[in-house]
Nanobody
Framework: QVQLVESGGGSVQAGGSLRLSCAVSGYSSVNCMAWFRQAPGKEREGVAFISSGGGSTDYADSVKGRFTISQDNAKNTLYLQMNSLKPEDTAMYYC???????????????????????WGQGTQVTVSS
């Protein structure tokens, strides 16, 4: 059974940085991974995506140039480096995973939550002005 455990959230002032981690275990065919976020009263938003082997990445327009998704296959860990944080980045951040077959759907539909089967419990990021 696939398990995803996020860490690295916290409180930071605007302009600061955080790095989120997502430890992955129990997978056999999980290769596509993504970060989502959800603020109170808002829908879950796809933030960043990385394809099997890291060959392709995609970002929400709101975070392009500020966030970087990466993975360390040796450590079975997904990362999200967040720089130049803004108050509007405040949200619960979730990592998600699924098999490589969703890659084409991501390319055509975007980073949408219904494409992912496996989810972590989330880590809170709070950015103050």
């Amino acid at each position: 059974q696939v398990q995803l455990v996020e860490s690295g959230g916290g409180s930071v002032q605007a302009g600061g940085s955080l790095r989120l981690s997502c430890a992955v275990s129990g997978y056999s065919s999980v290769n596509c991974m993504a970060w989502f976020r959800q603020a109170p009263g808002k829908e879950r938003e796809g933030v960043a995506f990385i394809s099997s082997g890291g060959g392709s990445t995609d970002y929400a327009d709101s975070v392009k140039g500020r966030f970087t998704i990466s993975q360390d296959n040796a450590k079975n860990t997904l990362y999200l480096q967040m720089n130049s944080l803004k108050p509007e980045d405040t949200a619960m951040y979730y990592c998600a995973a699924d098999n490589p077959l969703i890659g084409p759907a991501i390319q055509s539909l975007g980073i949408i939550s219904r494409l992912f089967s496996y989810w972590g419990q989330g880590t809170q990021v709070t950015v103050s002005s």
